[in-house]
């Protein structure tokens, strides 16, 4: 059976584990009362028993379903929520550029409200894309993409703890490679593009790939591997990797071998979207994928895509913790116990990449990264406020002989080849005073070398 996943938590208010903290501190300054440590004592719900030992417990939702039933057991049970669809492409962009973001408004506001943290699913995706981007190609929709993930995660910025930037973009069978989409073909370097685009417009939060079938060390989970050293080694900004966990009435049994090796990379890594079949293996897998996630340091967190079984995409599986009546199932109890017999290793993980400081006087800085192969290379421009905002800016980039400019995203470029000014386009030309924002281009030849000028206006 085939699987996919996405996961939650993000810069949050947790009013419940501050309330615990408390009454813990509490009960120690009273010397009169005689109370078992706190550490000993069972959480009675999914978020506070992940909260033990720093983690989370979240679960997909809609915004229609804040309501009822749905919405009592989430807010009793669950410290973070992910959108199960109004944050993707389609729902976000209906028309190019005609944004609409009133369900996932909506989630964040609940989740606020309920001090819950936020996953953002998913900046870029081959399937659920709005018919107008199914349509477009090459530098067309490399722009588009671009676009989309900078007006989205800017709309969200500070708000989501971890985004899957990209969903689902290695293939399924033995060969570990890229699936096919028309993203795909706009050039392998799409990804990357996609991670430092969503770093430029919400450099606080942690930024997933996110893919299914990677339940263990296979062909497709080892393309995913290769492609994440690659990144971390080029220092491409990836922060984490989901783990969809969408699974039948098996469980491979390297699958927290498998997180481990994710792990060891130094990237977090998260269960994003779990629901298992219904069988006579459910309560089992579930309590191993719990104690597999608890068992690496830097597993921070465990998201169930949906809350009870009627609620599920998989609903003919019964594949959730909660049955149709809104009754604990047996899976539900033993993933609260298993919750309950950890309460370490903590997840201590360090926030994204630091961006560089700012400099000091007005005006702006700029700099840039290179990703080079023989023939052609993909520039990545960061362009930095001083200690004054500002309100556009243009940098000038001196080419090398015999390069060309094959295309641009997130800035407007003045001509393809020798010196070129890139200036701000509408929806990035403000920054704040210290603040960043990067553009891009590619091109065929050799990238240019050097420190660019940036001029503010
Ligand atoms: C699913 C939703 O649950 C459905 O409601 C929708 O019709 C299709 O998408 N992998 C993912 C999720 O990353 O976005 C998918 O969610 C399930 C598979």
Not at 139 to 162: D, E, K
Request: charged share 15%.
């Amino acid at each position: 059976m085939n699987h996919r996943s996405t996961d939650d938590r993000g810069p949050v208010i947790r009013p419940r584990t501050l309330l615990l903290a408390l009454a813990a501190g509490a009960a120690l300054v009273a010397p009169t009362v005689l109370v078992a440590p706190a550490a000993n004592a069972a959480a009675s719900t999914l978020g506070a028993a992940a909260a033990q030992s720093g983690r989370y417990f979240g679960a997909a939702t809609n915004s229609f379903m804040l309501n009822g039933q749905h919405a009592t057991i989430l807010n009793r049970e669950f410290n973070s929520i992910v959108a199960e669809n109004e944050m993707k492409w389609d729902a976000t962009e209906p028309q190019q550029n005609g944004f609409n973001f009133t369900g996932g408004d909506r989630l964040v506001a609940h989740a606020r409200a309920n001090g819950m943290s936020v996953r953002g699913h998913a900046l870029v995706w081959h399937a659920q894309q709005p018919g107008w981007a199914q349509n477009l190609s090459g530098t067309a929709l490399r722009n588009a993409m671009t676009n989309h993930i900078t007006r989205v995660a800017g709309h969200f910025r500070g708000q989501i703890h971890s985004w899957d930037v990209v969903n689902e973009a290695f293939a399924d069978g033995g060969g570990g490679g890229r699936r096919d989409s028309n993203l795909q073909r706009t050039g392998n370097d799409w990804i990357e593009v996609a991670f430092r685009t969503a770093r430029a417009a919400d450099p606080g939060a942690k930024l997933c790939y996110n893919d299914y079938n990677t339940d263990g060390v296979n062909a497709k989970s080892t393309g995913i591997y290769n492609m994440v050293r690659d990144f971390k080694s080029r220092g491409v900004p990836i922060d984490c990797v989901g783990f969809q966990s969408h699974l039948g009435t098996t469980l491979s049994s390297d699958y927290q071998a498998n997180l481990q090796r994710f792990a060891d990379l130094g990237v977090d890594v998260q269960i994003t979207e779990l629901d298992v079949a219904q069988g006579s293996n459910q309560a089992s897998i579930y309590e191993r994928v719990t104690r597999a996630c608890l068992a690496v340091a830097r597993c921070t967190g465990i998201t169930v895509w949906g809350v009870r079984d009627n609620d599920s995409w998989r609903r003919n599986e019964n594949p959730l913790l909660f049955d149709a009546n809104g009754n604990k199932k047996p899976a539900y109890q033993s993933v609260l116990n298993a919750l309950n017999s950890v309460s370490g290793p903590n997840p201590t993980t360090p926030p994204p990449t630091t961006t560089p400081p700012p400099p000091t006087g007005g005006g702006c800085t700029a700099s840039v990264s290179l990703n080079s192969w023989n023939g052609g290379f993909v520039a990545t421009v960061k362009v930095t406020a001083g200690n004054s905002a500002i309100r556009g800016w243009t940098v000038r980039v001196a080419l090398p002989g015999g390069t060309a400019i094959t295309g641009t995203w997130n800035a407007q470029a003045s001509g393809s080849s020798g010196t070129v000014n890139f200036a701000n386009v509408g929806y990035n030309g403000q920054v704040g005073a210290g603040g960043s924002t990067e553009f891009g281009f590619q091109g065929t030849g050799t990238g240019p070398s050097g420190t660019p000028t940036c001029t503010a206006s």
